[in-house]
């Protein structure tokens, strides 16, 4: 009986006009977005590619220098883009490109894409994300808001009940007729998308985000049919359940996610750069249980002094120079590790209320799942910040050793060459690990099913009401 | 006299109708707290730039004091750090700045972008922006403001209102009993459409009026906030017509609502983004990748010319070489590698603002295919937020860091101390505001053309309207 309602109802929303139009919209803007994103992802990751080459290159051939001003010389770290960036560009257009990796300080990332799109960027970037995320409710709504309503206004709703067939039976039909629907526009795009993805050999490795992507947007949508639905089946005519369910897509889906983003940075404000920039400062004064980093250095000094039984630097047989820099990149190491962790719990804080919210707009669980996923979250950027860091801390650490071990005592001219330089590795991000994927995507995840589970829910309770045909 | 019947029969209709109290309750409530919101943000990016300000002067008072102690004192030879020019102008001496406030700007705190930067004597390329920390999921999620809330919706709320204007009294068959009274349909629907335009045009101008005085007082009032509202209602106006338009296409009311849905969508969320995409396709920035990549090219030849200066004593730790003359030395080396590298990528920068200039004409001359970016242009820039603005800022900005950078780079060549005299005239950065921020007659008179053509086109279709 179900699959009957289900067939019926998907041969009547398959001839409809407004709903081919709208999905066809649907579909041309999807190939428009993944066809930029195809194009974007072919440029910018080459270029990212080609950039972190040359940056090796420029290291290996800098010549001859003090270990230090290579130190200082440094490298940059460019985020690698994944296949699935340009579909779902989440955070990251917020978010820097590059870090530089120097000596004594860690830098905040760089350069994000959003500073040049200009002012108009902030209505949304056409994205696939962005289409799907926009379009599909209201696809979904058009094509069940009139499922009870309308049936009911034309009087069929009593007719259908009287063949015997349980509301429960009618509402799985619709819905599934809807969902049906849904999937027969959205699954060519999918599998265009598929074909584009399969001529980049590293985007095969993706497919299985593909997948559960296209779930997620199902299960998206079938918020939406079940919420329609339930409307559908309460409201008094097919005009309330339109004016209801597209004023909740409108504020779901554009009005609740700003006030949020406003409320997170108004009620738990991150520090400003002048007080991160003291914050460190501060740190970097008090390092040591509240002695200053002279105090320090000095304690050292005199500790390496009797240790190698010698009255001054130059009778050392190490550069003692070498083991200051080491010593000031440890301070400074603890210094920045710790504003940059009291910046992240801030921050944490702000995604606390974000994820309140969640339970306000299906939409804002749906892209937390989405960006997850396509590696354009935070949580992706801060693993590729925290594996930039720990590779300048070590390559830092090497130059400081060489200058320690291989330059004599006191000695300010010692110079080295590519032997050192090529002893560093050039970065290469390995990206999150797939633990660490499905730990940030589950929210998400669980949020958009608990969307589901309440939808259906409430959709069910409503065509249970014993006045389902008389309202 | 016949409008006025309707009217006042509509009025009694919609008085005891509570979904329009709560709509307008709503609209006026969020455009208050959007307003509220937007002097919040303000506030704090203000406070961040006025802690860096404050700093930066202390810090100018306490250079010109040591300055001039020392020489009251007279010894040429204890002359203090910050008489270097290379010390002072890298690494003393700063001027924080903003683009400054004007009156309607936290109406548009989120729409634009905050510019705030602090000039050294280093070069253009290494200036360093001030201000908050973002956390990027915020931005990312947009801003909640007074723009947003006219532009988005405004509209909403309109459509809701309007869309069975008239298909709803032919549905219900009350169509011929109106006119049966005596009034023709075109008075019937234009005084409903009317009562309606005024409440909410009403609503939102008492909303936005309260709005203007409490972030920029009675001096905001003209002529920022008169255009403001005038752009505002125009575009009310326009969504209004729309409706009257849509409702004139004799179909049933829910069929016009998902039209109406559908144009929000299309005019609203579609477009923009579509204008963002085709300029950002078209003018595409140049890479931030490929200029990281040259300064850091051109860092390194300029480096090496420089080599034997620098060698002479470890890169960026001159107190570990020791003597004076080495610490200048080491201050024009680092200066005149950033010339050499500012020289080198001034091109790329050059394309960086050409390609915005170019995105930014083609968004103003798209922005009439959707009436929601031209109106958010228009109100942009009455809030002085838009990019024109904010680029006259920036040209403003470089033009000062030329001239300071200057007197330092003057000084650092030629290895001669500062004085406290010279400190105290260094120059003060001043901004001259780009005439025309409320001369929006050009997004003022399409909006109006647009509201016209569809009205008319409308009240001609009423003319063939069944009524039954």
Request: net charge negative.
């Amino acid at each position: 009986m179900v699959l009957l309602v289900a067939r019926k109802e998907l041969a009547i929303v398959l001839s409809d006009g407004r709903i081919r139009t709208l999905g066809a919209l649907l579909a041309v803007m999807l190939l428009m977005a993944i066809g930029a994103a195809v194009q974007r992802f072919g440029v910018i990751s080459s270029e990212r590619d080609m950039a972190q080459s040359l940056v090796a290159e420029q290291w290996e051939q800098q010549g001859e220098k003090n270990p230090h001003a290579a130190a200082h010389y440094g490298l940059y770290a460019f985020r690698p883009v994944g296949p699935l960036t340009f579909f779902d560009t989440g955070v990251s257009s917020h978010q820097g490109v590059s870090v530089w990796l120097e000596a004594h300080r860690r830098n905040f990332a760089e350069a994000p894409p959003a500073a040049d799109l200009g002012s108009v960027a902030r209505f949304g970037e056409m994205t696939g994300a962005f289409v799907l995320q926009t379009l599909l409710p209201l696809l979904a709504i058009l094509l069940c808001y009139a499922a009870f309503a309308g049936e009911r206004e034309n009087g069929t709703l009593r007719q259908v009940l009287a063949t015997g067939v349980r509301p429960l039976q009618l509402l799985s039909g619709k819905a599934l007729g809807a969902l049906g629907a849904v999937m027969v526009l959205l699954l060519p795009v999918v599998f265009l998308a598929v074909l584009a993805l399969l001529f980049s050999e590293s985007a095969i490795s993706v497919l299985p985000r593909v997948v559960l992507l296209t779930l997620a947007y199902v299960v998206y949508a079938g918020v939406f049919v079940m919420l329609s639905l339930g409307v559908s089946a309460r409201a008094s005519s097919t005009q309330a359940a339109l004016v209801m369910l597209v004023g909740f897509w409108a504020i779901t889906s554009f009005v609740v996610p700003r006030i949020v983003a406003d409320a997170a940075s108004l009620l738990r404000p991150l520090p400003t750069l002048e007080e991160f920039r003291q914050g460190v400062e501060q740190d970097l004064q008090t390092a040591r249980d509240g002695r200053s980093v002279d105090e320090v250095i000095r304690e050292r000094r005199q500790q390496v002094l009797s240790l190698y039984g010698v009255a001054s630097e130059d009778e050392l047989p190490i550069n003692f120079q070498g083991m200051v820099l080491a010593l000031q990149e440890e301070i400074s190491d603890v210094a920045y590790a710790r504003q940059f962790s009291q910046l992240q719990a801030r921050i944490h804080a702000q995604l606390a209320l974000h994820d309140l919210a969640t339970l306000l707009s299906p939409r804002m669980a749906v892209q937390r799942f989405s960006a997850e996923l396509s590696e354009t979250s935070l949580d992706a950027q801060q693993a590729f910040e925290a594996e930039a860091e720990a590779y300048r801390r070590e390559f830092i650490a090497l130059l400081n050793r060489d200058m320690t071990f291989s330059a004599r005592g006191g000695q300010v001219d010692y110079r080295a060459g590519a032997e050192l330089w090529s002893q560093v590795e050039s970065f290469a991000y390995g990206g999150r690990d797939t633990s660490r994927v499905a730990a940030a995507a589950a929210p998400g995840a669980v949020l958009l099913l608990l969307w589901f589970a309440g939808t259906a829910l409430f959709a069910a309770l409503a065509v249970r009401r014993t006045d389902l045909a008389l309202r | 006299m016949m409008v006025a019947r309707v009217l006042r029969q509509d009025w009694v209709l919609l008085r005891s109708s509570p979904g329009l109290w709560i709509a307008l309750l709503l609209l006026t409530g969020v455009t208050a707290l959007a307003a509220a919101a937007g002097q919040a943000r303000l506030g704090l990016h203000d406070a961040a730039v006025q802690s860096r300000i404050d700093t930066a002067e202390q810090t100018h008072v306490a250079v010109i004091q040591t300055l001039q102690r020392w020489e009251q004192a007279g010894d040429a030879a204890a002359a203090p750090a910050v008489a270097s020019p290379g010390a002072l102008g890298l690494s003393v001496l700063e001027t924080p700045m903003a683009l400054p406030g004007v009156p309607l700007a936290a109406l548009a705190a989120a729409s634009g972008r905050p510019q705030a930067v602090s000039v050294t004597a280093h070069a253009d390329y290494r200036m360093e922006s001030i201000g908050i920390i973002e956390n990027a999921a915020n931005l990312a999620l947009g801003g909640f403001d007074v723009i947003f809330v006219i532009v988005f919706l405004m509209p909403i709320v309109i459509i809701a209102l309007t869309f069975d204007l008239l298909s709803r009294e032919r549905e219900l068959g009350t169509l011929p009993l109106v006119i049966a009274q005596g009034v023709s349909l075109r008075d019937f629907v234009l005084a409903r459409v009317l009562g309606r335009g005024v409440l909410v045009l009403l609503g939102m101008a008492t909303a936005g009026l309260v709005a203007i005085l409490a972030v920029g007082g009675p001096a905001a009032l003209w002529p920022d906030g008169l255009v403001w509202l005038l752009i505002a209602g125009l575009y009310g106006a326009f969504w209004f017509a729309l409706a009257l338009f849509v409702n004139t296409l004799r179909l049933g009311s829910d069929q016009n609502g998902v039209i109406l849905a559908s144009c929000w969508l299309v005019l609203v969320v579609v477009i923009p983004a579509l204008v963002s995409l085709l300029s950002a396709t078209l003018y595409p920035a140049p890479s931030r990748v490929l200029l990281t990549t040259e300064i850091r090219e051109a860092a390194a030849e300029a480096e090496e010319r420089a080599a034997d200066a620098r060698e002479a004593f470890l890169f960026d730790h001159p107190e570990l070489a020791g003597g004076a003359g080495a610490q200048e030395a080491y201050f024009r080396q680092v200066m005149e590698t950033e010339r050499d590298v500012a020289a080198t990528i001034a091109p790329l920068l050059e394309s960086f603002a050409d390609q915005a200039h170019q995105r930014d004409a083609l968004v103003n001359r798209l922005a009439v295919l959707s009436p929601a970016l031209l109106a958010d242009q228009a109100l942009l820039s009455i809030a002085g937020m838009d990019e024109a603005r904010a680029r006259a800022w920036r040209d403003a900005v470089g033009e000062f860091h030329a001239a300071w950078s200057e007197l330092f780079a003057d000084r650092i060549r030629r290895e001669v101390q500062v004085t406290s005299a010279e400190v105290e005239a260094l120059p003060v950065f001043g901004f001259s505001e780009p005439v025309g921020r409320h001369l929006q007659l050009g997004p003022g008179l399409v909006l109006l053309i647009m509201s016209l053509a569809l009205l008319i086109t409308a009240v001609a279709r009423l003319r063939r309207y069944p009524i039954t």
